[in-house]
């Protein structure tokens, strides 16, 4: 079976690939995770949930972002905390910038795994994706 990606009409903020040629891989990574792939998602959730969207509807966008954090907050404060454990049971000391980078980087794959399971609920849901 053949996957096609049907129309979308979530909003696409900036250009569609971000260029990060000539920054250091590091950099480019968290600069496109924490800015370019939040806020595609973030806008994505905004336009899925009711309330938010019906708050964007009537430009009371802080009243959107508000159902945002309060959405997101419980799961943030769950990553963070798991960060901070990462911190703790990484063998030796992590006083190092470039280690932080690296357990950081740890967290990530670590969340990567239940994010794309919800991204492919969420997709399956919308009917993102549709057999050709």
Request: proline share 9%; charged share 10%.
């Amino acid at each position: 079976m053949t996957v096609v990606r049907s129309t979308s009409t979530l909003p696409r903020p900036g250009c569609s690939s971000p260029s990060f040629g000539p920054s250091p891989p590091i950099f480019a990574v968290g600069l496109y995770f924490c800015v370019w792939h939040a806020l595609r998602h973030i806008v994505r959730l905004l336009a899925v949930d009711p309330t938010a969207a019906a708050a964007l509807e009537s430009r009371r966008y802080g009243a959107a972002i508000s159902a945002f954090v309060r959405d997101a907050a419980p799961l943030t404060a769950v990553s963070l905390g798991l960060l901070g454990s990462l911190y703790l049971v990484v063998p030796g000391t992590v006083t190092d910038p470039l280690a932080l980078v690296g357990t950081y980087l740890v967290l990530i794959a670590v969340l990567t795994l239940p994010h794309v399971v919800v991204v492919t609920v969420m997709d399956y849901e919308q009917r993102i994706w549709t057999p050709a």
